[in-house]
């Protein structure tokens, strides 16, 4: 398992029922072992195999270069493996049907894809008011975008059901902040909130945010998906501070 927050020696992590003590002390981000391991056992982390244990590791110990060793033979075999798993998984994915869902199934996240003085007073408010209409519906929603939240961080936290800071999951719909960069990127935006400047109201855009949401849960395809998201990609911040421990996880599938 993944450390979400710092840890010293002696600390009991509890997961699953069970519970066990942290062997050293511990950064975040830093893996550790959840059950003993013996030499050569696989490790696996976020469901993907990434090496073996080269001697007995006990649960609660850390998990690093010190006693991990990889399988793949180097970097150039990383990543073909990489590569060959991409594509299995792909396959995987293709073969899986759509199905509806209702909307207290979702869990709703935003990831910051760069802001500018627009995003402030577009995007940033209507996806707040989309999301406040969806927990009402019933969805979990997760906000990734707190490090621009200057001086609001107290007004989050008090609303927020926890503090943790989710990852962010296909399917992607894309709200622009700036009118213009919407106008020329308009076939990988879905949503132009910029137009909230003198061509459209909060609620309008709000509304408009709920759409692909909606249809999602139907089974529709974002303009992201449709184009097998090769035109955007996600990238991850952390955040290493009291407030914010945890950094975002990716669960990939796993091949049997």
């Known amino acids: 398992m993944v450390a979400a927050c710092a840890l010293a020696p002696g600390d009991v992590v509890e997961i699953d029922g069970a519970g066990f003590a942290v062997a050293g002390a511990m950064t975040i981000g830093h893996k550790l072992a959840r059950r003993a391991l013996a030499p050569g056992e696989k490790v696996i982390k976020y469901g993907a195999n990434i090496g073996h244990a080269m001697a007995a590791i006990p649960p609660g110990a850390h998990i690093h270069t010190h006693n991990l060793a990889s ?27 759509p199905v509806p869902m209702r909307v207290e199934e979702l869990f709703v996240g935003t990831v910051c894809g760069g802001s500018d003085g627009t995003s402030g007073i577009t995007a940033n408010p209507a996806m707040g008011l989309a999301f406040d209409q969806l927990v009402v519906a019933g969805a979990a929603c997760i906000f990734e975008g707190t490090g621009e939240l200057i001086g609001c961080e107290f007004h989050m ?89 945890a950094r975002p996880a990716c669960f990939p599938l796993q091949r049997n």
């Open 71 to 97: 399988d793949a033979g180097g970097t150039r075999k990383t990543i073909a493996q990489g590569r060959d798993w991409v594509a299995w998984a792909q396959e995987q994915l293709a073969s899986v049907a």
């Open 157 to 245: 936290q008090r609303r927020a059901a926890t503090p943790v800071v989710g990852s962010a999951i296909s399917p992607v719909i894309k709200v622009c902040a700036n009118p213009e960069i919407f106008r020329r990127l308009e076939d990988d935006m879905d949503i132009d909130a910029g137009r909230m400047e003198g061509r459209g109201t909060l609620d309008e855009v709000r509304s408009e945010v709920l759409g692909p949401v909606l249809d999602c849960v139907k089974g529709g395809l974002t303009k992201s998906e449709a184009m097998g998201h090769q035109e955007f990609i996600l990238t991850y911040k952390s955040f290493e501070t009291p407030a914010l421990p």
